[in-house]
Antibody
Framework: QVRLVESGGGVVQPGRSLRLSCSVT????????MHWVRQAPGKGLEWVSV?????TVKNYAESVKGRFSVSRDTSLHLHMSSLRAEDTAIYYC??????????????WGQGTLVTVSS | QSALAQPPSVSGSPGQSLTISCTGT?????????VSWYQQHPGKAPKLIIY???HRPSDISDRFSASKSGNTASLTISGLQSEDEGDYYC??????????FGGGTKLTVL
């Protein structure tokens, strides 16, 4: 079964760090470009980051640049540092699996909630 | 990167057709054909319903169609059904090798 499963969310104090992971089952992870997308409570979707299939190309939204770092090994990771209240959101990993050539996401995880609060 | 502009809400009666607009700039929608639309129900992950401006995934009903003109993309839902109720988001690849989403539109079936 093709599946993405996020983990690592929780409550963290402002200024601290947190690492999210996204594990993959049912397909060859190393062939796919992966993205992180977040959604603040009651708000819309916000693209966060992309990493190429081989990990050589990465990019970030301006709102997280310099604070977040994406990586991959056998899973996808998002290292978040200098966290702010406005980083509070459900974080989804996502990819293009069946449809299109990229930058559209037909495979999503269930999301993991990050709450930044003192 | 500013979010793409969508109407906050739309509504329609069962069987009707309605269109949701998504306005960007010449750096995103106007410059690229990686425009997508997502449907999201409460508590669920988004679901892709349109990709590359007009293409539908194989599991998506043909009641959903989309187009693009200039800096504006549009999603049309025909034969509105109660299960269509939810939030709809557009997205577009941007010239800065990033992705931008619309603010979202809440669809209510009356």
């Amino acid at each position: 079964q093709v599946r993405l499963v996020e983990s690592g969310g929780g409550v963290v104090q402002p200024g601290r760090s947190l690492r999210l992971s996204c594990s993959v089952t049912g397909f060859t992870f190393s062939r796919y470009t992966m993205h992180w997308v977040r959604q603040a409570p009651g708000k819309g979707l916000e693209w966060v980051s992309v990493i190429s299939y081989d990990g050589t190309v990465k990019n970030y939204a301006e709102s997280v640049k310099g604070r977040f770092s994406v990586s991959r090994d056998t899973s996808l990771h998002l290292h978040m540092s200098s966290l702010r209240a406005e980083d509070t959101a459900i974080y989804y990993c996502a990819t293009t699996f069946y449809s299109g050539a990229g930058w559209n996401f037909d495979l999503w995880g269930q999301g993991t909630l990050v709450t930044v609060s003192s | 990167q500013s979010a793409l502009a969508q109407p906050p809400s739309v509504s329609g009666s069962p069987g009707q057709s309605l269109t949701i607009s998504c306005t960007g700039t010449g750096s995103d929608i106007g410059a690229h054909d990686h425009v997508s639309w997502y449907q999201q129900h409460p508590g669920k992950a988004p679901k892709l319903i349109i990709y590359d401006v007009t293409h539908r995934p194989s599991d998506i009903s043909d009641r959903f169609s989309a187009s693009k003109s200039g800096n504006t993309a549009s999603l049309t839902i025909s034969g509105l059904q109660s299960e269509d109720e939810g939030d709809y988001y557009c997205s577009s690849y941007s010239s800065r090798a990033t992705l931008v989403f619309g603010g979202g539109t809440k669809l209510t079936v009356l």
